[in-house]
Each structure stands twice: as structure tokens, then as C-alpha cells.
């Protein structure tokens, strides 16, 4: 069992250009969560699902897109990257039923420039 | 609306001594709670929960949290501290309900010295 695997682990971007995070869960998870963590600010969410076909936006969305198009995989896209988004990405998942508990990834580390 | 707020950025305690993280939350209804550890380069990992069941919750690693309605805390305690502690440590609220949406606090940064 992996867990909740990110990738990459690390990325940097040029102004403009644009990528896909990937975030994959094995454990059969319903919800899948996107996090960005800025110094001093803790963890704040930018996109969510609650299940495959599905998703929502979070607390800061602007700038960010998602897909969910398997129950495994959710996808965290930039368009058009910006120097504000360098920050360290987080996935998280958890079932329907234990509706607590969050399950997080290892991080991606982006850096715009 | 759902908040948390950690009192202290930073925290420096010597090894062996004991370990308090303070943290108040602000919440309309019985929330659920939680802290979480996060190691240098590393994701989060669940501490400890609370979800209305005994105000007196244990978590691993020998920390606990005490749920206090009237104080409005959750501030995560550990006896007696070791190196391996040292991390940065983030209360959460939970939103409830639907997605169950977290809050995280700001997070306070655990120093542990020899």
C-alpha cells in the first residue's frame, strides 16, 4: 500500500508556462483534497472532490484547475503559472465514511520564476 | 465561521523536559479537532483527534490533547520531550459536515534542544 503518492517531488517553472500535478491514492479513497502551504500560513485548500467525475473549489481556487476522470487520480493543473504560486503542494484523501481523517502526500515542491 | 489559531510560532523546549502547544478554536458548532505533525521535507501525519467522544485524547508518539469547551483550547501536551519531536505542528478544525472541509492554524515550530 503507497499511500497517497505525488508527482513530481519538485518542479521549476518560467512565468507562463504551464504543468499537471499528479496525485494518486490506492486506498480506495471517495474525497481527494489540494493544499498549498505558504511559510506562516499553514495549509489552505484550493480544489476538492467528492468522487470521480467530481469536483469543487476550495478557499484560494484562482489560477488553478482540477480533474478527477479516475476514483485514484486527482489532477491540479496551472495555466498559465505566476511567481505567487511558488509553494509546496499537497494531496490528501479520505473515505466516505471515516470523516475525519485526511491522509496526506509527500509534497510537490514549485518554484515559479 | 470555523478557526483555528496557534499562540505561538515557535517553541523551544530542552530534551527530557515537557512540551505545550497551545491552540484556541472558534466554531459555531461541536467541532471535531486535530493535530498534525509535519517533519522537515516531509507530509503531514495524523497526531491525534478529537470528535466528541472523551475530552482527554491520547495520540502517538505519547502526545495528548485536552478538548476544554469553556477555554475554547486544544492544546497538545507531551511530558517529556525527545529529539525526534522537533517539527513544525499544526492544529486543524474541521468543517463538518459534506466534504469535511479542514482549517489549519498557522502552525507552530517545535525546537528541541540537547
Known amino acids: 500500500n503507497a499511500g497517497v503518492t505525488q508527482t513530481p517531488k519538485f518542479r521549476v517553472l518560467k512565468t507562463g508556462q504551464s504543468m499537471t500535478l499528479l496525485c494518486a491514492q490506492d486506498?480506495?479513497?471517495?474525497?481527494m483534497y489540494w493544499y498549498r502551504q505558504d511559510p506562516g500560513m499553514g495549509l489552505r485548500l484550493i480544489h476538492y472532490?467528492?468522487?470521480?467525475?467530481?469536483?469543487a473549489k476550495g478557499e484560494v481556487p484562482d489560477g488553478y484547475n482540477v480533474s478527477r476522470l479516475k476514483k485514484q487520480n486527482f489532477l491540479l493543473g496551472l495555466e498559465s503559472a505566476a511567481p505567487s504560486q511558488t509553494s509546496v503542494y499537497f494531496c490528501?484523501?479520505?473515505?466516505?465514511?471515516?470523516?475525519?481523517?485526511?491522509?496526506f502526500g509527500p509534497g510537490t515542491r514549485l518554484l515559479v520564476l | 465561521a470555523q478557526s483555528v489559531t496557534q499562540l505561538d510560532s515557535h517553541v523551544s523546549v530542552s530534551e527530557g523536559t515537557p512540551v505545550l502547544l497551545r491552540c484556541n478554536y472558534s466554531?459555531?458548532?461541536?467541532?471535531?479537532l486535530f493535530w498534525y505533525v509535519q517533519h522537515p521535507n516531509k507530509g503531514l501525519q495524523l497526531l491525534l483527534k478529537?470528535?466528541?467522544?472523551?475530552?482527554l485524547v491520547k495520540g502517538i508518539n505519547g502526545f495528548e490533547a485536552e478538548f476544554k469547551k469553556s477555554e475554547t483550547s486544544f492544546h497538545l501536551t507531551k511530558p517529556s520531550a525527545h529529539m525526534s519531536d522537533a517539527a513544525e505542528y499544526f492544529c486543524?478544525?474541521?468543517?463538518?459536515?459534506?466534504?469535511?472541509?479542514?482549517?489549519f492554524g498557522q502552525g507552530t515550530r517545535l525546537t528541541i534542544n540537547p
Open positions: 486506498m480506495n479513497h471517495e474525497y
Open positions: 472532490s467528492v468522487g470521480e467525475g467530481t469536483t
Open positions: 478529537y470528535t466528541s467522544a472523551a475530552t
Open positions: 490528501a484523501s479520505r473515505t466516505g465514511t471515516d470523516r475525519e481523517t485526511q491522509y
Open positions: 486543524v478544525v474541521s468543517l463538518g459536515r459534506g466534504a469535511q472541509k479542514l482549517v
Open positions: 466554531s459555531s458548532y461541536s467541532p471535531s
